[in-house]
C-alpha cells in the first residue's frame, strides 16, 4: 500500500511553541499534499509538493520532502489554540486520480 | 467562489431507506470525489468521476450508487444500508486528478439505525 503514515499520532503542545509532524510513506509518488481537519468538519489544503521539491514555505507552515527516504515533514511555527486539529499527508502515483490517506496526527494546541 | 456544499449536514436512516447526498461546486473543477470516513480515522476514497464520467469505484457495495448528473453536481444514491455505513460523507473536487488540490465539502453526517 502507498499509504502514508504519520508521526506522531497525537501531539500536545503550549501556545507559541513548533510542531512538527512526519509522514512516511511507501511506494514512489509524484506529489504529496498535507490537509487540516477540524473536527467533524471537510478537509482544508495547505500545501502541495511535488517530487522533485525539497521545500515548500506557506505563511508559518514548512514543509520538507525527502524522496530517498520517502518521507515529509510539516513544520508548524509559533503553533496557536486555532491550529487544533488532525494533520494528514495525501499522497499520489502518477497518472491516477487517486489520492491516498495517512493515519493523520491529532494537534493539540493549549493556550 | 471556492466553496464546496453537501446536503444534508445530518442524516439518520434506517435499514430499509432510500436516499440520497448531493454535492456542488461552482468552481469549474472535471474531477469530484466521495470519501468515507470513520471515527478517528482518514477518509477513504469511494468514487472518482472525471469530466462526469465513472473512472474509479474502489470496489464499494453496490448499495451506494454515483451519480454526476453535470460537471457542478455529485449525487450518492444509498439503499439498503448497513448500521456500519455510519460515517462521515465528504465530497471533493479538483481540477483533474490528483495532482491538484482538493477542496472539501464539510461532510454529510450518516448514521444508519
Known amino acids: 500500500s502507498q499509504q502514508g503514515e504519520e508521526d506522531p499520532q497525537a501531539l500536545s503542545i503550549q501556545e507559541g511553541e513548533n510542531a512538527t509532524m512526519n509522514c512516511s510513506y511507501k511506494?514512489?509518488?509524484?506529489?504529496l499534499q498535507w490537509y487540516r481537519q477540524n473536527s467533524g468538519r471537510g478537509l482544508v489544503h495547505l500545501i502541495l509538493i511535488r517530487s522533485n521539491e525539497r521545500e515548500k514555505h506557506s505563511g508559518r507552515l514548512r514543509v520538507t520532502l525527502d524522496t530517498s527516504k520517502k518521507s515529509s515533514s510539516l513544520l508548524i511555527t509559533a503553533s496557536r489554540a486555532a491550529d487544533t486539529a488532525s494533520y494528514f499527508c495525501a499522497t499520489d502515483k502518477g497518472g491516477s486520480e487517486k489520492l491516498v490517506f495517512g493515519k493523520g496526527t491529532k494537534l493539540t494546541v493549549n493556550p | 467562489d471556492t466553496e464546496v456544499t453537501q446536503t444534508p449536514k445530518h442524516l439518520v436512516m434506517g435499514m430499509t431507506n432510500k436516499k440520497s447526498l448531493k454535492c456542488e461546486q461552482h468552481m469549474g473543477h472535471r474531477a469530484m470525489y466521495w470519501y468515507k470516513q470513520k471515527a478517528k480515522k482518514p477518509p477513504e476514497l469511494m468514487f472518482v468521476?472525471?469530466?462526469?464520467?465513472?473512472?474509479i469505484n474502489e470496489s464499494v457495495p453496490s448499495r451506494f450508487s454515483p451519480e454526476c448528473p453535470n460537471s457542478s453536481l455529485l449525487n450518492l444514491h444509498l439503499h439498503a444500508l448497513q448500521p456500519e455505513d455510519s460515517a462521515l460523507y465528504l465530497c471533493?473536487?479538483?481540477?483533474?486528478?490528483?495532482?491538484?488540490?482538493?477542496?472539501f465539502g464539510p461532510g454529510t453526517r450518516l448514521t444508519v439505525t
Open positions: 511506494t514512489s509518488i509524484n506529489n
Open positions: 471533493a473536487s479538483s481540477w483533474t486528478g490528483a495532482a491538484y488540490e482538493q477542496y
Open positions: 468521476y472525471s469530466y462526469e464520467k465513472l473512472s
